[in-house]
């Protein structure tokens, strides 16, 4: 709880943006911090509503009205050690997740709801300005070795996990950089890279070995893996989702992740040949989601002519829909910071055709307005509407149309059973794959999803990795029954 009265007396803050005109001219984040007076305030707002839905709607488990209830008391220290007790990075949830927790805060029935997030957010900055975070080695070894796969947000989780638990934790990395798609995905005006590397100097100290430019199966033996006692895969869903349009192959059309990828490694000095540059173009970004709205801030970055965004969903409601009721995730129209930057949305509206010229470029967009026709029992039905048709002048379209699943080269080579989704069959819970000692987690085991997600996967695979090699367990979980063996 934080104060009796907080939630009565004090209204919801937010953090501020710097202006749309400012911050397109670069690629920090540009988030006004609170206050430190501010964000006790904030925390005094968590009500002591006796069931605390936050904890359910955090996949994580965080103890929030805890961690709240100490910001107000100003235990900023004691406040690091809780969230740090269920959360390995909350400096990259309190940045970027969509923070489900708040959606099912009870307070949120009635009011804006505690703005948990950057509560968050503000304990982990404050602790690694104070110095707080030191690596934790651990004090035995126990002679067992793991490899992991992958170094998103859950092969980080699971790596830290695991080396804290005693084992020798050796990550494989198929690109120049550590962090998965934090790295390379998120463009850097979202979360800048410092806060990846300032971890990763943690996890280093605590003794984990990172090997960059090893794309396990293509490069390098799935037989090497062998030599280690057990395997954690987290090389995330990354197989990207195209679409069956005539004019697909125009010159111009382009997958958001190489547009974002290559941003962030021109930012960071790195080679990049031919740079997909959105500079004085009309853009169209094709997918409303994350990935949509990353694209229209790098491209207004860039100094396109015009930013519009297609979705072929309809329009959500301003408003939580009745559909999805609190403490439910709300079907809710969501403007993102990039899109205040300026794009024009556009929903229900389907591309026809990428129309080029002789050479190949690509000159304009054939789209037509559609409907959805639901019949209870079937599959929704994806409907044109006849005399909708529109041409729109377009230099560059983007194709932000999420990940159809992981890619499989591993599962082929290594003997892994996949589920109808093309994921790495591992129950959830225990994250084991056919192969025994072979443990699967984050958006490979899952499809994609989220960044917290992510984090919880590592660390409860960790959790059933140690069991399997060990017999017990002193890692925590948030989710006892999902042992492997009994302790
Ligand atoms: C553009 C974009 C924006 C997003 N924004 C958000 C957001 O704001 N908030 C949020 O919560 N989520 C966001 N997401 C989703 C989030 O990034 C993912 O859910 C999360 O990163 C998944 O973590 P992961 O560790 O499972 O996989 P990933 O982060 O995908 O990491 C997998 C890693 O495995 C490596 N790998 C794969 N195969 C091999 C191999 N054979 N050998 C060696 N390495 C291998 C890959 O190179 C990669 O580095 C976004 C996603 C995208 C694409
Ligand atoms: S990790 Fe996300 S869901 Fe969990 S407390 Fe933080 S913001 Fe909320």
Known sequence: MGKVTGFKEFERQDEAYTPVKDRVKHYKEFTVPLSEPEITKQGSRCMDCGIPFCHSGCPLGNLIPDFNHMVHQGEWQKASWLLHSTNNFPEFTGRLCPAPCEKSCVLGIIEDPVSIENIEKNIVERAFKEGWIKPQPPKTRTGKTIAVVGSG??????????????????????????????????????????????????LEAEGITFKTNVNVGVNSDVKELKAFDSVVLCGGATERRSLPTPGIDADGVVQAMDFLTQ???????????????????????????DTGSDCVGTSNRHGAKSVVNFEIMPKPPGHRSPTTPWPYWPLQLKTSSSHQEGVERNWLINTKEFIKDKNGKLTALKTVNVEWKMVPGERPQLIEIEGTEKIWPCDLALLALGFTGPESTLADKLGIEKDARSNYKAEYGKYQTNIPNIFAAGD???????????????????????????GKSNLPSKDMSGDLVAM
């Open 153 to 202: 947000p859950a092969g980080l989780a699971a790596a830290q996990q695991l080396n804290r638990a005693g084992h020798t934790v050796t990550v494989f990395e198929r690109d120049d950089e550590i962090g998965g798609l934090l790295r390379y995905g998120i463009p850097n005006f979202k979360m800048e890279k410092e806060v990846i590397d300032r971890r990763l100097a943690i």
């Open 263 to 289: 941003q962030t490694k021109v930012l960071f000095g790195k080679d990049v040949k031919d740079q997909v540059l959105a500079t004085d173009k009309n853009v169209i970004v094709i997918g409303g989601g």
């Open 444 to 470: 490979m085991r899952r499809g994609q999803s989220l960044i917290v997600w992510a984090i919880s996967e590592g660390r409860e695979a960790a959790r059933q990795v140690d069991l399997y090699l060990m």
